[in-house]
């Protein structure tokens, strides 16, 4: 599979932050691409197929004849948030429609995939942008047969009809892009997976099923991003970010904007 490449561009706003105010800030269209699987051989036994919107990720040895587990994302159209300078985060949006295809399989399992998704950011009446996010499953690929079950079905009643229901985590990853808006990064960080009308940290996958949430999402300040977001208090060491021009503009919109690029140095 293709790795994630050494250098992110991220895009850098400035605004004054001497004016509080909600801002609009607009997604385009979005295009989804699976990166970095790990597999429990320790490799990377898994294969890619869709499309740029709704791109697949396949793995492990079929036990039936429905064939490999798989993820699906299907991504949202483009889209409009409102962002409040003050709170400093913005409205609560879908960012894609997620699927695990949970079929009986043998190893090698799925361990982690990141799903890189590509849009443009703008941000009030400024010029639209391309930025690339990266986000980070965790999979835990739970034998079907286990008693007790690894995962109890209190969060989702069920779950275990078909067998004990695999667990899957999504984050932020550190190396996702930022824009900046006053003298604060932001990016788009993962609230959890809404199931019906349930939002979850971790969603549990009924085994024989096609198991369907929405990943929702903010804007949220890279801070957040890099101390686990608040859980755990520790910050993570992250290179500093490098600067070099866009545009090379300024703009006088909510107090002054100006564009510029921002670098993020992927760890060899």
Same mark, same amino acid.
Request: aromatic share 10%.
């Given at each position: 599979?293709?790795?994630?490449?050494?250098?992110? #561009?991220?895009?850098?706003?400035?605004?004054?932050?001497? $004016?509080?105010? =909600?801002?609009?800030?607009?997604?385009?269209?979005?295009?989804?691409?699976?990166?970095?699987?790990?597999?429990?051989?320790? +490799?990377?036994?898994?294969? =890619?197929?869709?499309?740029? =919107?709704?791109?697949?990720?396949?793995?492990?040895?079929?036990?039936?004849?429905?064939?490999?587990?798989?993820?699906?994302?299907?991504?949202?159209?483009?889209?409009?948030?409102?962002?409040?300078?003050?709170?400093?985060?913005?409205?609560?949006?879908?960012?894609?429609?997620?699927?695990?295809?949970?079929?009986?399989?043998?190893?090698?399992?799925?361990?982690?995939?990141?799903?890189?998704?590509?849009?443009?950011?703008?941000?009030?009446?400024?010029?639209?942008?391309?930025?690339?996010?990266? $986000?980070?499953?965790?999979?835990?690929? =739970?034998?079907?047969?286990?008693?007790?079950?690894?995962?109890?079905?209190?969060?989702?009643?069920?779950?275990?009809?078909?067998?004990?229901?695999?667990?899957?985590?999504?984050?932020?990853?550190?190396?996702?892009?930022?824009?900046?808006?006053?003298?604060?990064?932001?990016? !788009? #960080?993962?609230? +959890?997976?809404?199931?019906?009308?349930?939002?979850?940290?971790?969603?549990?996958?009924?085994?024989?099923?096609?198991?369907?949430?929405? !990943?929702?999402?903010?804007?949220?300040?890279?801070? #957040?991003?890099?101390?686990?977001?608040?859980?755990?208090?520790?910050?993570?060491?992250?290179?500093?970010?490098?600067?070099?021009? !866009?545009?090379?503009?300024?703009?006088?919109?909510?107090?002054?904007?100006?564009?510029? #690029?921002?670098?993020?140095?992927?760890?060899?």
């Amino acid at each position: 599979m293709t790795k994630w490449p050494a250098l992110l #561009a991220g895009v850098v706003i400035t605004s004054s932050p001497a $004016f509080a105010e =909600t801002i609009e800030i607009t997604f385009g269209n979005f295009t989804g691409e699976w990166l970095n699987a790990v597999t429990s051989d320790g +490799g990377d036994s898994t294969s =890619t197929s869709g499309t740029e =919107t709704d791109p697949v990720l396949s793995w492990g040895r079929p036990a039936t004849s429905e064939g490999q587990s798989s993820y699906t994302f299907e991504s949202e159209a483009a889209f409009t948030t409102l962002f409040d300078s003050s709170a400093e985060t913005s409205d609560i949006f879908n960012l894609g429609t997620f699927t695990h295809s949970n079929n009986p399989i043998y190893s090698p399992t799925l361990v982690s995939v990141d799903l890189k998704l590509t849009t443009t950011v703008q941000v009030g009446d400024l010029e639209a942008a391309p930025v690339e996010f990266l $986000f980070s499953f965790s999979h835990d690929e =739970t034998p079907n047969s286990a008693s007790p079950c690894k995962y109890d079905d209190s969060t989702q009643p069920g779950v275990n009809d078909n067998g004990c229901a695999d667990s899957i985590t999504l984050t932020s990853s550190l190396f996702t892009q930022t824009f900046t808006i006053g003298n604060t990064d932001y990016t !788009i #960080a993962i609230e +959890g997976f809404k199931v019906g009308e349930t939002t979850v940290d971790s969603f549990l996958t009924k085994e024989k099923a096609d198991n369907e949430a929405i !990943i929702i999402a903010k804007v949220t300040s890279y801070e #957040a991003i890099v101390t686990g977001g608040g859980e755990s208090g520790t910050p993570t060491d992250v290179p500093e970010p490098e600067h070099t021009a !866009i545009a090379g503009l300024l703009f006088s919109l909510y107090g002054g904007r100006r564009w510029s #690029a921002r670098k993020r140095r992927m760890p060899l």
